[in-house]
């Protein structure tokens, strides 16, 4: 990819060769649209599609309804797209949303709403912390260790919070999640202009600031910006940090939005999150992704679910065209070496 | 070997070098620790609770170590050529529920035979993608884990199935006292696949596409067609253990291999294998998953909660793979401090 973005006025260009060169220069102009647009694209596309099966979908309602799905699925893969980023991976966000939902509720009444807020994003921040040092110092393999870290975490939940009944939410987190508010005139719960801008922020600290910027590099090429001077451990552990912060917030949202928890609430993340990322067009080997992709890859399997309830298709084949939707994606860009 | 024979004065080195082999053979694949580990928990294990060795504790141990040691042993292929296997609890799931179903329907070994081909052929979807189509492991099984559960669930869609009383005396009673049944099973698929790693050439290309692909290529060897053998080979041995399983629960369920997902990436981990591939060990993965199984058992008996299991499964991980790089870091620095 890097090789053909190199000459970028290459397409306006005739030459000789022009049939020859065609193809390659359409595929030279598609290399110059961002990636986070195709699934955004794909998005509208299965839109359209549904539109065309069933009418009544178009409709703003049911836009935003389909977007408050994929928000909540993307909240809770903006971490894992952190870490794939700086090519890792967080297999410890399911049990990481769970830990952190538990104990703000468990917080709420000893700390006020605010400080188990903090609280709940502090323990994040500490998972992904431990994460980040056994993988950067410790050398061991981004998927053993988020594996073992869920693990332990999930026995942490089961000791600490072993049956006890936390229900009450507190007023401000459905106030920012499942509350329902106007925005430029449409009616919509609250988490999904929360995303938006949570998206909004995160990618301008990915693209425009020197540390965001240096998750790219320590994903693309560690032992080149290790070379290069730049702290790769510290970088990998920040990128970590972050990404378990994220999956806390993520927490947080899930038991605002759907008003519970219980120690196997994050388990659906496991593999979705992973899906939301690689859909919205992050190279499993780091060093390429977006969080407006991520968006993007969770609108279009919302969408997806969204057909598949309204055609009646059952939760199976929902899991089958995620597989088939994942297989399609990477095979247009996820082949070893150009990746 | 050809240079070796004819020079007469080298000819005692190789059997000097066969003496030492297996213990040189468990330290080059990093298998020293977990035999330890294992080791010193089963002695642990039996002065607490002396009575596993009586025969129904054996047998109810070994029922519940057998299925994740063969899942571990079918991960193990996969990471041994460098892959790693996502789908590999949804094959489980898979194969589960097509044994526990078609044994309504046909006899038992047909039923049997079945469950192997659907294991082979999810193995050979996912070694095609892998090794002819290159795309990444990881991503490819993401992907095949949503398919294979999709279809588990189309095959069964709730815990059920044709499971009696004489399979289960078959898989997971006692050949004679003393002896439980799975155990034998294993130790035949465990020492067939040792047999075919050690002492086939297939084995040594299986070992030598993980540890250096384009090595085996400019020898001339198929390394593609080892690696498909290989997705092939780890999915039929990740259905016996999802027969073992289903044999031993009485029941077919949709959902069985979804805790074995990560359990045997664990176990994998613990052996000591390089997720680069080309290392790891089969004695050392069936000890390695026996731990990490049998760890809830011993808790239960030394009267501790059974859900720090999940807390000392993960320091177990974090301590046995972690504790040689400290180690090496320290002689290092000793080393360094000396010069």
């Known amino acids: 990819m890097t090789v053909s973005a190199a000459p970028p006025n290459n397409p306006s260009v005739e030459t000789p060769q022009g049939k020859l060169r065609g193809r390659a220069s359409i595929k030279q102009a598609a290399s110059l649209v961002p990636r986070s647009v195709w699934p955004l694209l794909a998005f509208l596309v299965l839109f359209a599609v549904g539109g065309v099966i069933r009418p009544n979908l178009i409709t703003v309602e049911s836009l935003i309804g389909t977007a408050t799905f994929a928000i909540i699925l993307a909240i809770a893969s903006f971490g894992q797209t952190i870490a794939v980023i700086q090519a890792g991976i967080d297999l410890s966000v399911p049990n990481t949303i769970g830990f952190s939902a538990l104990s703000f509720l468990g917080l709420v009444g000893p700390l006020g709403p605010a400080g188990a807020f903090v609280g709940a994003l502090a323990t994040g921040a500490v998972i992904g912390f431990f994460n980040g040092i056994v993988v950067s110092k410790l050398g061991l393999t981004p998927i053993v260790t988020t594996i073992a870290m869920n693990g332990l975490l999930f026995g942490v939940i089961l000791l600490v919070f072993n049956f006890s009944e936390l229900t009450a939410i507190p007023e401000f987190i459905v106030a920012i999640t499942s509350a329902k508010v106007s925005f430029l005139g449409l009616e919509m719960a609250a988490v999904l202009p929360l995303g938006l801008a949570l998206m909004v922020v995160l990618q301008l600290l990915l693209s425009f600031t020197g540390w965001g910027r240096s998750l790219f590099v320590v994903g693309s090429a560690a032992e080149a910006a290790r070379l290069g001077g730049l702290p790769v451990d510290r970088i990998r552990v920040g990128g970590y940090v972050l990404s378990g912060v994220l999956a806390a917030f993520a927490g947080i949202v899930i038991v605002g939005y759907y008003q519970q928890a219980s120690a196997t609430m994050g388990a659906g993340y496991l593999l979705s999150s992973v899906a939301a990322v690689v859909v919205g067009g992050a190279s499993i080997f780091g060093g390429r992704g977006s969080v407006v992709g991520t968006v993007g890859g969770a609108l279009v399997l919302a969408q997806v679910s969204t057909l598949v309830t309204v055609l009646n298709l059952g939760a199976n084949i929902q899991q089958l065209i995620y597989g088939v939707i994942i297989l399609v994606v990477i095979s247009l860009y996820g082949r070893q070496g150009r990746g | ?339």
């Open chain 2, 1 to 339: 070997m050809s240079v070796l024979a004819s020079s007469s004065a080298s000819a005692p080195a190789p059997t000097r070098l066969r003496s030492g082999g297996g213990m040189v053979r468990l330290r080059r694949e990093g298998a020293i620790a977990p035999v330890s580990a294992f080791i010193v928990f089963l002695l642990v294990y039996v002065i607490i609770n002396p009575e596993l060795l009586t025969r129904f504790q054996l047998q109810t141990a070994a029922n519940l170590v057998v299925p994740l040691a063969l899942v571990a042993l079918g991960q193990l292929i996969v990471v041994l050529v460098g892959g790693i296997d996502i789908s590999i609890g949804a094959i489980m799931s898979l194969c589960n529920v097509v044994f526990a179903t078609q044994l309504e329907a046909v006899p038992p070994p047909v039923a049997i035979l079945l469950s192997l081909g659907v294991g082979l052929g999810c193995g050979l979807f996912n070694g095609l993608l892998v090794a002819y189509g290159g795309l990444p492991a990881i991503a490819v099984t993401l992907a095949s884990a949503f398919i294979f559960g999709s279809l588990a669930s189309e095959v069964l869609d709730r815990p059920g199935g044709g499971l009696t009383k004489e399979i289960y005396l078959a898989t997971s009673g006692e050949l004679v006292p003393f002896l439980p049944v799975s155990l034998v099973y294993l130790a035949i698929v465990a020492v067939l696949l040792w047999l075919l790693l050690q002492r086939t050439a297939l084995g040594r290309h299986i070992y030598g596409v993980g540890s250096n692909m384009e090595s085996v290529r400019a020898a001339g060897l198929n390394a593609r067609l080892t690696k498909l053998i290989a997705f092939g080979l780890a999915g039929m041995v990740t259905s016996v253990g999802a027969m073992m399983l289903a044999a031993s629960t009485v029941t077919g369920d949709p959902r069985s291999g979804d805790a074995y997902l990560l359990s045997s990436i664990a176990a994998v981990a613990l052996a000591g294998a390089a997720f680069t591939g080309g290392r790891g060990s089969i004695i050392g993965t069936v000890l390695a998953a026996c731990t990490l199984g049998l760890i809830g058992n011993l808790l239960f008996f030394a009267g501790i909660n059974s859900y720090w299991q999940y807390v000392i499964s993960a320091l177990i991980i974090f301590t046995v793979v972690g504790l040689p790089v400290i180690w090496s870091k320290i002689a290092f620095a000793v080393k360094g401090a000396r010069a």
